[in-house]
């Protein structure tokens, strides 16, 4: 009789202190915490994507669709940038260096794909910057700022 | 305060439902969003990728990766005569800040870029000690960074090599095909990112969805698919010297 009172005692202590330390999500969707999908969803963005840009900026959308680089995301050259899409008048995106920015793609590399246009930048322009030819959202030549 | 046992009796379950609700507090993160309406997956074009980095930069800055870890990573693939057995394989920084042009000549020479391959068979999941890394209803691995201990067993358990400690936290990490962007209806980091459309996002249970197009139309192929990992990360175009 004692023994099965400590039994008792000892077993409901286990499930006090396992309703205790156990989250009430755990198993809801199997052996894991189910909150923690919630909590993974939750974090804040940093990329806006590019529908978000495209709301404002739709004159660069329709110079764009012209263009070589149609399908290239706002965010692919102009970073994350949803700070600004949520406050546009006080977070300013950083102006880009073409040279850099063009080259990181276009610079020729034997491993890239043989159809991507690849070009030698020292050979190319002889150090000009690209976007003196070329526009950089809709990047035909001579659309740039040399007219 | 005088406590007498009686009081403490009546205290002690209250205490205990309190904290109950304290621990089920749910942040309610995309109230429209229904778990078992997605199965998530990603296409890669191998024949697409530039090597350019931008998707390493972009999961860096998405999910403040620390300098020196990677949650996807581009490897660029040297293959000269018979060697096919033996690739020479760099990715300098994990290709983050792209690839230096070199003076190979010749051979086969292609980026890979990789990343978790959000197993449906995930050898990591199978081995995580106390739940904290799991397959989600709707096709992600993810890691509860409340209940990682960092033992390390998840990270030894993927073939891919896709896991690491975080140096700060020392807590597993690993890509989350950015969770909290897919599950608000937009595309992961790297996808957004990507000049060429190499990578996709790509839901597996949307009709609607061109990644069953190109399944049927194109020769895909998974990473290590001896593994049996059932990998939810599509390769066209690879190569058969890829590990």
């Not at chain 1, 189910?34 to 940093?46: D, L, T």
């Not at chain 2, 904290?19 to 024949?47: C, F, Q, R």
Request: glycine content about 8%; some cysteine.
């Amino acid at each position: 009789m004692r023994l099965a009172a400590v039994f008792l005692v000892g077993t409901l202590l286990f499930l006090l202190a396992r309703g205790f330390l156990v989250p009430r999500s755990f198993g809801q969707y199997g052996h894991y915490r189910g909150n923690a999908i919630a909590e993974i969803a939750a974090r804040p963005v940093a990329f806006a994507g590019h529908q978000t840009c495209e709301t404002c900026h739709s004159d660069v959308l329709e110079l764009k669709q012209k263009g070589r680089h149609a399908r290239v995301n706002c965010e692919a050259c102009h970073g994350a940038l949803a700070k600004h899409a949520e406050d546009p008048v006080s977070v300013k995106p950083a102006k880009l260096q073409a040279a850099v920015l063009c080259a990181r793609c276009h610079e020729a590399n034997i491993a890239k794909p043989k159809q991507f246009p690849q070009v030698v930048p020292a050979e190319h322009s002889g150090g000009a910057a690209c976007d003196m030819c070329h526009q950089p959202h809709s990047p035909a030549l001579d659309s740039g700022k040399r007219k | 305060m005088n406590i007498t046992r009686r009081r403490l009796l009546v205290l002690l379950p209250a205490a205990a439902i309190a904290w109950k609700h304290i621990l089920a507090g749910t942040p309610e993160a995309s109230p429209n969003y229904k778990l078992t309406e997605h199965w998530w997956g990603m296409l890669v074009d191998v024949t697409k990728c530039i090597g350019c980095g931008n998707c390493v930069r972009a999961c860096q800055t998405e999910n403040d990766v620390p300098d020196g870890y990677y949650r996807t990573w581009v490897e660029r693939y040297h293959l000269e005569g018979w060697a096919f057995q033996n690739p020479k394989v760099d990715s300098p920084d994990g290709g983050k800040n792209g690839f230096p042009p070199g003076n190979q000549s010749g051979g086969k020479n292609f980026f890979v870029p990789k990343l978790c391959n959000h197993c449906v068979e995930s050898p990591c999941t199978q081995v995580c000690p106390v739940g904290a890394t799991f397959v989600t209803p709707d096709g992600v691995v993810l890691i509860d960074q409340k209940y990682c201990l960092g033992c390390r067993y998840c990270v030894q358990a993927c073939p891919y090599g896709c896991r690491f400690i975080h140096p700060q936290k020392e807590t597993a990490e690993k890509c989350t095909l950015c969770y909290h962007r897919i599950t608000k209806g937009l595309t992961t980091a790297c996808c957004e990112s990507c000049p060429t459309g190499a990578r996709q996002l790509a839901d597996l249970k949307d009709p609607k969805d061109p990644i069953h197009e190109f399944l049927r139309t194109h020769s895909i192929q998974v990473l290590k698919p001896y593994m049996a990992t059932n990998s939810k990360v599509f390769y066209n175009g690879l190569d058969g010297s890829v590990r």
